[in-house]
């Protein structure tokens, strides 16, 4: 439904906190929580919240979550770096899905890697059990649903502290081909496998997720194809893209025609170019068009 979209929530236009904020908040106090308690008082949490074949094996399948909300101790880097890309690609994110489908990818992606993680070291010889914390698995399914979403999109990174501009697409295929190798070759002591499962989540789930019934119909990753509304009844309908029969006030025209005329050219506007492509008179057709159904 077109209610259903993130956009048509009003979630862009109010002031609340964004649900990535809140993420970040809770990663790093719990990052400080664990770190106070393995200093002061000697408290591990590996055996019991940390990710192992060991812990899955004896029925701790709890670890797939908890190993999320924990980081490598004292430095902070491991937690800082999950929180950077959670807040430069999760905030933008969740503005197009909304709070509760960012969500739900965030913890499929995380949950996804740690399976992966956990069936790569079993699988494969010479991979160590080692305890697998941290929150990268669902910090990288955010930042590959993002750069699928918006493949052309510029973004600005970090390469040995020295700013680098790339297109999205082209740091997903770097971060995914550098997961895959470290999945087959480890080459330190990083949970490569977790990173690529929850970059296949990510990618997975913006590339096919348009067959739902929600905001996820629009996006068509790596391409361009037109959605199909759910509330255009009739057959055929022709796009009068950006224009307006002046013979008839926008606000007298029934729903349905509001819909096709006004506002299913600004949704193929946002699937092309994105929310952020809008101009404040298509804005304020998205909060009237809002409006309407809310009437309905």
Not at 48 to 64: D, F, N, P, T
Not at 176 to 193: D, K, R
Request: aromatic share 14%; net charge positive; hydrophobic share 45%.
């Amino acid at each position: 439904m077109l209610a259903d979209r993130s956009y048509m929530r009003g979630s862009s236009f109010d002031s609340r906190r964004p649900v990535a904020v809140t993420l970040i908040i809770v990663l790093i106090v719990a990052f400080v929580l664990q770190a106070l308690a393995e200093f002061y008082f000697g408290w591990t949490f590996d055996q019991l919240l940390a990710l192992s074949v060991q812990g899955i094996a004896h029925g701790y399948l709890w670890q797939l979550l908890t190993f999320q909300f924990l980081h490598s101790t004292p430095w902070p880097w491991h937690v800082l770096g999950n929180c950077l890309c959670l807040y430069f690609f999760g905030r933008a994110l969740e503005e197009h899905v909304g709070p509760k489908r960012f969500l739900q990818l965030y913890f499929a992606s995380g949950i996804a890697g740690g399976i992966v993680q956990v069936l790569t070291t079993w699988a494969l010889p010479h991979h160590i059990d080692a305890p697998v914390v941290g929150a990268s698995a669902g910090a990288l399914g955010i930042l590959a649903a993002y750069t699928s979403m918006f493949p052309e999109q510029d973004t600005m990174i970090f390469l040995y502290f020295f700013p680098l501009r790339i297109k999205a697409k082209y740091l997903f295929w770097f971060l995914f081909l550098l997961s895959l190798y470290g999945t087959f070759i480890p080459y330190g002591p990083v949970a490569y496998a977790a990173h690529l499962g929850g970059m296949l989540v990510g990618f997975t789930y913006v590339r096919w997720g348009r067959n739902s019934r929600d905001a996820w119909d629009i996006w068509r990753p790596f391409r361009r194809v037109r959605s199909q509304r759910e509330l255009v009844r009739t057959a055929s309908r022709k796009r009068l893209l950006w224009r307006r029969d002046s013979s008839k006030p926008v606000d007298d025209l029934p729903s349905d025609e509001f819909i096709s005329r006004e506002v299913d050219p600004i949704l193929d506007k946002i699937s092309a170019h994105g929310i952020q492509s809008l101009t404040e008179r298509e804005r304020k057709i998205l909060e009237a068009a809002r409006a309407k159904m809310s009437k309905r």
